[in-house]
């Protein structure tokens, strides 16, 4: 209870900018203080924080443990190298994948007719041609549920999943129920062909 800008503080109450405590209890920045000392120097450190329009803000990006291109920033926001180095965000030269280590390339369009052996193949993405594996409970899941072998890697099936669920972008729309004049906003921009209700409306549609 009462911790702030901490992570994986468990069992813990009243810790403020602290790390990995367990059971901790007035800490600031992993020290811990008198319940008098915490309280004021907390508020210092907020008044700070506030001078700095830091207060009520996620954690500075430049401290990310990730580069920005390596994490999901990079589908929603892209930038490229010399904008995230702008902005002093790390970048990671050589992230991590395989190319052109294919054995399979012709993958069976129905799951009743692989087998076993795939587990032992080398796929690659028919997008990035990022070289993937397909691991035993995968395999089982794609069977239970009479799935394909997927022909894109992780990374391009994620992509794929972050445009099915809408830009990170609201736009001030009209209810297109007619009669009605409730305005909101929504994350289906104009251009796009779904009808659109305030919430009124399409609860009553719905129900």
């Known amino acids: 209870m009462d911790v702030a800008y901490s992570d994986f503080c468990q069992s813990s109450n009243n810790c ?3 790390v990995a405590l367990k059971h901790g209890e007035y800490s600031i920045f992993n020290k811990q203080y008198t319940k008098e000392e915490y309280f004021a120097l907390k508020e210092k450190i ?8 830091e207060w009520g803000e996620f954690f500075p990006m430049q401290y990310s443990p990730f580069a920005y291109n390596e994490s999901m920033a990079m589908i929603d926001f892209p930038l490229t190298k010399e904008e995230a180095l702008s902005k002093e965000l790390n970048w990671q030269e050589n992230i991590q994948k395989t190319l052109g280590k294919t054995t399979l390339k012709n993958i069976p369009d129905n799951i009743n007719n692989v087998d076993d ?8 993405c028919d997008v990035c041609k990022r070289n993937y594996k397909i691991v035993p409970d995968e395999l089982a899941f794609y069977r239970k549920w009479k799935i ?9 099936r994620l992509k794929k999943r972050f445009e099915l669920r809408g830009p990170s972008k609201l736009w ?17 921009a104009p251009n796009r062909p779904e009808i659109v209700y305030c919430e009124v409306c399409y609860q009553n549609e719905v129900a």
């Open 46 to 53: 907020i008044e700070h924080m506030k001078k700095g329009r």
């Open 172 to 188: 001030h729309r009209k209810c297109m129920k007619p009669g009605c004049i409730n305005e909101f906003e929504t994350s289906y």
């Open 117 to 124: 052996s795939i587990l032992n193949e080398i796929l690659e």
């Open 16 to 18: 403020f900018g602290s």
């Open 148 to 156: 394909p072998i997927p022909v894109k890697c992780f990374f391009c």
